[in-house]
């Protein structure tokens, strides 16, 4: 019911545009979480948007750098400047509401898409 779109390798400096899609679900009664998980490491949030204000919270290693915006059926994550460390796997997950920039309740989760991000 989340499919994620967008990955890909750049350099470090590139950007990128993540979309997270929703099916079958409408997209106005949850709040969507980005999530990442580089190898050996732990599933971390990264961005939150509220469902019904749009509100977007991110971590802070994120901000300024990222930026989280939605439409009728998509959430977006654009990623600029990007470097090494923000390699990972990069998964959107639905939920009743955000923690910060943590979904609280994950319902649904995406399959998730490689970001690489090279020297």
Do not use: H
């Not at 929703?22 to 969507?32: C, D, F, P, Q, S």
């Not at 923000?86 to 923690?99: E, L, Q, S």
């Not at 979904?103 to 090279?118: E, K, N």
């Amino acid at each position: 019911q989340l499919v994620e779109s967008g990955g890909g390798s750049v350099q470090a400096g590139g950007s990128l545009r993540l979309s997270c899609e929703t099916y079958r679900l409408t997209l106005e009664n949850y709040a969507i979480g980005w999530f990442r998980q580089a190898p050996g490491n732990q599933r971390t949030g990264v961005g939150c948007i509220e469902s019904r204000d749009g509100l977007t919270f991110l971590r802070d290693s994120v901000k300024g750098r990222f930026s989280i915006s939605r439409d009728f059926a998509k959430v977006y994550l654009q990623m600029n400047s990007l470097t090494p460390d923000d390699t990972a796997v990069y998964y959107c997950a639905a939920g009743p509401k955000c923690r910060e920039w943590v979904v609280a309740g994950q319902d649904f989760w995406g399959r998730g898409t490689q970001v690489t991000v090279s020297s």
